[in-house]
């Protein structure tokens, strides 16, 4: 289903899209290997749209087994555009409580293991991330979110800078205390590389991060456990969907322009004669 502009990528405790119709499984090869599970392509509110489960279906890939360029490679093949991320996330901050909805604008990536980029092998590119993700479509999404949440309780926070860490294992107390003093608001273990390589594809990326605790740095709160994290996002999953079916109805009929959808028209630095025949392919799905 090329021609699909909205996608999204699920995380922990969303594995599916409610409301999908005419489902198909689309099974999409890159020369980054093959993407966490096949992405479910459908129509929504008569909207196209891809789905993709970051960790696959059944949660089987830690945060640093995703194939974070395939998933970016291969949604990209389909035609998105727009990417909304969903994802679980630990508070390190008091006024952000278990089940707030957080929308990031900054990214402090703390990942040691992973590829983070499309480029290499003779080709450099050099995108811009000041801003980290699209402002338009981040203020699409949190309309979204604010329509969806019901009044005070749980809260939309519009901004906050999520710290992403390589995992699995959660934070020791030194290292909690130590992304506060950095001034994060989340941290998580998944959306980076993944605003870098979308970036790089030159899609709109913005993110919304569902709270389940707050880490391990609270000293009247109970630290972060795999069972309380996934309690909560059980609790949340329902306001999710919710949020996903109104910003793809907000996206589908606005379509913001974004600086993102030309980020490599001066990011790119090797000229386009200079650019191997083998990974001419490659480059040509990232420039459409």
């Known amino acids: 289903m090329t021609g699909t502009a909205i ?26 290997g093959t993407p966490s599970d ?12 891809a789905f993709l489960a970051r960790h696959g279906r059944g949660h089987h ?15 990209k093949q389909l035609g998105v555009r727009y990417l909304l991320s969903f994802s679980a996330v630990g508070s390190l901050q008091e006024q952000i409580a278990p089940l707030d909805f ?12 992973r590829q983070s980029t499309f480029f290499g092998a003779g080709v450099v ?21 604010a ?34 003093s950095l001034g994060a608001s989340v941290i998580g273990m998944t959306n980076m590389p993944e605003a870098k390589l979308a970036r790089e594809a030159q899609m709109a990326y913005a993110s919304l991060a569902m709270v ?43 379509r913001p322009a974004s600086p993102a959808h030309a980020a490599l028209r001066s990011g790119l630095v090797t000229p386009m004669d200079g650019i191997p025949d083998g990974f001419r392919p490659t480059l040509e799905v990232l420039l459409r």
């Open 147 to 180: 329509s969806v949440l019901p009044g005070d309780r749980p809260r939309l926070h519009r901004v906050g800078t999520y710290v992403c860490i390589e995992g699995p294992q959660f934070s020791t107390l030194a290292e909690s205390n130590w992304y506060r």
């Open 38 to 49: 096949v992405i479910l392509t459908g129509v929504l509110g008569g909207t196209r749209v």
């Open 61 to 75: 890939l830690l945060p640093s087994e995703i194939p974070y360029r395939a998933n970016i490679h291969a949604l």
């Open 7 to 32: 996608g999204i990528l699920g995380g922990s405790g969303l594995y599916h899209m409610e409301g999908l119709e005419h489902i198909q499984e689309t099974r999409v090869d890159t020369p980054f």
């Open 102 to 113: 957080v929308v990031p604008d900054q990214y402090i990536d703390l990942t040691k293991h």
């Open 125 to 145: 590119a050099h995108v811009a991330m000041a801003n980290p993700v699209c402002e338009a479509t981040s203020e699409v999404l949190t309309r979204a979110a």
């Open 212 to 254: 389940t605790d707050y880490d391990c740095w609270h000293p009247r709160e109970p630290g972060v456990t795999a069972e309380l994290a996934i309690a909560n996002l059980a609790a949340n999953s329902a306001r999710a969907q919710g949020v996903a079916r109104e910003a793809i109805r907000l996206l589908a009929a606005e």
